[in-house]
């Protein structure tokens, strides 16, 4: 039976071959990945396709039942909000109605 250090130093010998084989291997892979690329005249966005990143827009808090107008809270308030009470026009998410439920 073989001992704790004995296992390390294989362990140690194994990972070291894993490396070398994977090494080995990205890199004929990465060449066969470039020799397609420019056979086929593929671009950056073709193999790579990505999206522009999108702003989030800032979520509705305040809504006007009468005219439907939103308001996000940012900024100057809207005339229909304008020195009232806020609370009544506040748009209750629905964790906060499944909170009143309980």
């Known amino acids: ?32 990945v470039r020799q397609l690329v420019e056979s086929f005249g593929f671009t950056a966005q073709q193999v790579f396709p990505w999206k522009p990143e999108t702003k989030k827009k800032a979520e ?3 809504y006007d039942p009468e005219s439907g107008n939103t ?4 900024g100057k308030p809207p005339k229909w909000i304008a020195d009232k009470d806020r609370s009544q026009f506040e748009i209750k998410k629905n964790e906060d109605l499944f909170d009143a439920e309980a």
């Open 1 to 32: 039976m073989q001992n704790y250090k004995e296992l390390l130093a294989q362990k140690a010998e194994l990972d070291k071959q894993i490396e070398q084989a994977r090494n080995q291997e990205s890199k004929a892979a990465l060449a066969t």
């Open 60 to 62: 509705v808090k305040y």
């Open 71 to 74: 308001w996000t809270g940012r």
